[in-house]
């Protein structure tokens, strides 16, 4: 018995999909109730993803030749390892998309990178109301950092300790 193809495949984001990508960042941050901090253009993701020097990545997942969700994801470096490894910065999946392993499958994609390059881990956040997809991540094996508190330094405060 053979397996069946997966309804979806993933890819690295070109150029054209800049459309796409903003779409998804704003449909994510919709999700998570924070459309209006959604600011950036497809200017922006053009120079980021696709600039002189890259500073971000993308990896779509398409059904039927449509885009439904995305991973987009850096490099950070851990100094107690001493080595790189990724931050995921988003990952959204379209709710009518959800449920056909499109998730677990950007995880797996991120995660053989990571092997693959000698790199020691793969970071991300998810927001403390969001119980699917902690129970999604605790699945894939992830664990908590509750001992680790985000910090921030944003708008008027960023500029005045830069005064």
Known sequence: ???A???FTLRDAIPADLP???RLVRALADYEKLLHEAVGTEEDFRALLF???PLLHAVLAEVEGRVVGQALWFNNVSTFTGKP???LEDIFVEPDSRGLGIGKAFFRYLAQKAVREGWT???WQVLDWNEPSIAFYR???AQGMKEWMNQRLSGEALKRLAA
């Open 1 to 3: 018995m053979t397996e």
């Open 5 to 7: 193809a997966a309804p």
């Open 20 to 22: 796409e990508v903003v």
């Open 51 to 53: 600039g002189e020097k």
């Open 85 to 87: 490894g990724i931050y």
């Open 121 to 123: 881990r793969l970071d």
């Open 139 to 141: 699945g894939l094996g």
